[in-house]
């Protein structure tokens, strides 16, 4: 690109600088000049896909022939190889040569990398002494050794904050106690011995569950996503998108928001889909009429929304499956709802900054609203479509279970060659110039062909987890293997359908596959070591009280008050997450805050679902990539905008509004990520598309109180009303329950009857009041029991471990049967003190009508802000 463009589009950077920005964060930024340190660098990274391909693949053809590792030896070599590339990738400083690699960090590349691998290749006589609590010398000083190495790997590759939360932690865990330190989390300190061995011999610290996760499932889906863009796939989803939104006002910015979406479905780096898309969408949007910092933060909000976004999440979602305990696609279907509405509000805000500011469209206008309508019609196609496969193959099962999967496999085999034969009768798709004087927008007629075989493995990913019902880890690795064989192919066939010379198009494509291995292996570096160096704060969470205590620390701040409470939990996720990759991200402030939300909800009578709690600190986290003064994504849009990142940063956070006010949302309505609801049946079905509607219908309504512009500016009361339309729309429960008690009063005598009287999957409410096991103060409870299938029909309730004491009209408990559920749900009280622990209240649904009615009030007040602003309308409002 040529200064005088540059200038052109205010950009202060080159394409290269943008690369190398990218480079630096998310893949190593050192570039080595001598091709054989390169040419290792590379061979190590390729190495580790195959490594992880190996231990994937779920035939197992290989376990007559060679040993089938388990997952505590291959989560060392996971760690191995991240730690060895890291030192090799990542130079010191900014400082530090990045065309060679200096001899301390080949030192430091070989110690590390050992350090991991001396886990794997020791693991027996680990579980012979440091496990069982007898480390020797030589184990304690390979540990201490690799917990400071990791941390320095992590530290080059994701910036100074996880190796100070880390250090942090550690140091917490060995003074427990000190002048900085509160008394309600102090404890007497761990001696060093007992640190390194929990947190790097032992399989529940660095080697735990959240590095698990990354060698089971997050590099499969990071390879996955790096073939898929190599192949070309993320340039078609941008152009699609400009072929689709284009021409709308604001079109570029719209078709920003929407190409981030669906590069986020296979990305895990906010910071990458900015610069990927935003050199091309951003200075189409100045063109428009956007600002630099407001082009800037369209892009920054657009693409940290990538990280909500299933199925990927920012790698965060194969996280919750481990920590909150339910399936893969249970993740996705709570994720999903708050994710689509959330860029569907993006392009609205995008759209009313169009209007506001009269901005031209890049072509002939299309109308926003015939749009959504195609858009839905598409939607609805693709299910009837995808349904309509599901029937045939189940069908063909039936009448030929023997031949059925080699025919379906001859069917993808032949609609693969088709697609390919189709994408190549049109040019290959090319980024236009951004600084032409003419943009040429394509239309989707001439964009969808191009890819559709793109489409395959997404399906074939799609199918296997949701109709297979397979694990993620299988169902990546099927996807993944799809995805070579394109990669390899799609070259040469283009090739032989267009005349050209095909073994040069195979060699090309064979090139492809080396640099996507190559390339989703140094995307995982960061990630890989993230993983483990969080496993430092989980490590500590369990062995210390900072993870039981933190909940009274919280409400000892927000004085009780489960609001004040949820803003503070808020705001540590956002301050934790600052400078941390999503996956870090989500680890520590899962592992701090999740069970805090949980713990104080019940104790006000809300009980939140452990899927909503953790979503609720992901949101927050997140948050931390557009927020300044870390905001990394903010800094790379101001880097291709030429803006101020600080103003592009706040600028993001204000598009941002919406993404901050839906964890509250479904934290005190579960509906809105389908908590409860069965999408089994039709009647599930019907409900979940209820909520879909009006939640989106509400949360457009949040954009436009928020951006101060509906169908005209605003004034301020019709903005507030706007608020408390939306508010009611998302949380109609909530007026209700000014005015009628959701539950009615038992006497709590009759809790005993109540648990045999429901039926299996039922519930009892009943609320638990006494001492605080660390505190001795009064504290309670707010306990839903289900009614398991399997309970017996009497005595239900000591059954479930419960010791009820019944004494003149009161009802007071024992200390729950040790091994049981409600041991751990009621281990914060204190059964051996003065006072009593005692059920206080035992709770019955009230008798109520339906809170949908408020919806009537909350439409009539919409109704009279439309008629209002319909008097100064200038302009059509879509």
Known sequence: ???????????????????????????????????????????????????????????????????????????????????????????????????????????????????????????????????????????????????????EASRRALGPALTIVGAVFLLYAWMGQGWLIPDIIAHSGLSFTSIVNAQWLDTNGVFGIPLGVSTAFVFLFVLFGALLDKAGAGNYFIQLAFAGLGALRGGPAKAAVVGSAMTGLISGSSIANVVTTGTFTIPLMKRVGFSSEKAGAVEVASSVNGQIMPPVMGAAAFLMVEFVGISYVEVIKHAFIPAVISYIALVYIVHLEALKLDMPALGPAVNLGRMFAKIAAGFVVTGLAFTGLVWAIQALRGAAPGISDWLVLAVLGLAYVLMVRTSARRPDLALDDPNARQIRLPSVAEVFPTGLHYLLPILVLVWFLMIEMQSPGKSAFYAVAVMLFIIVTQRPLKALFRGEDAGQALRAGFGDLIEGMIAGARNMIGIGVATAAAGIIVATVTKTPIGTELAGLVEMLSGGHLFIMLLLVGLFSLVLGMGLPTTANYIVVSSLMASVVVTLGAQEGLIVPLIAAHLFVFYFGIMADVTPPVGLASFAAAAVSGGDPIKTGFTAFFYSMRTAALPFLFIYNPTLILYGVDLGTWAGLLQAAGIFVVATIAMLLFAAATQGYFLAPSRLWESAALLLVAFTLFVPGFWLDRIMPRFEERPPTELAQAFDAAEPGETVRFVVSGPDFTTGRPTRLTVVHTIAEEAPETGRAEAAGLFLLPEDGRLFMDEPMFGTDYQQRLQGFDFYGAERVEVTTLQSPADRPPKQLFYIPALLLLGLVVALQRRRQTKPAF
């Open 1 to 151: 690109m040529t200064n005088e463009s540059q200038k052109k589009s205010g950009r202060s950077f080159t394409d290269e600088e943008l690369q190398d920005l990218v480079a630096s964060t998310d893949s190593g930024g050192r570039n080595p000049s001598n091709r054989i340190v390169a040419i290792l660098i590379a061979t190590t990274a390729f190495l580790w896909s195959l490594f992880q391909l190996w231990i994937a693949q779920p035939q197992l053809w290989f376990g007559q022939y060679l040993p089938v590792l388990n997952s505590s030896q291959t989560r060392p070599v996971h760690l191995a190889f991240a730690m060895l590339l890291a030192f090799l990738a990542y130079p010191a400083l900014k400082s530090s040569p990045r065309d060679r690699v200096p001899i301390l960090d080949w030192v430091l590349a070989i110690a590390g990398a050992g350090c991991a691998f001396y886990v794997f290749l020791f693991s027996r006589e680990l579980a012979a002494t440091a496990r069982a609590g007898l480390p020797t010398q030589t184990q304690i000083f390979v540990g201490a050794v690799g917990i400071v190495l990791l941390l």
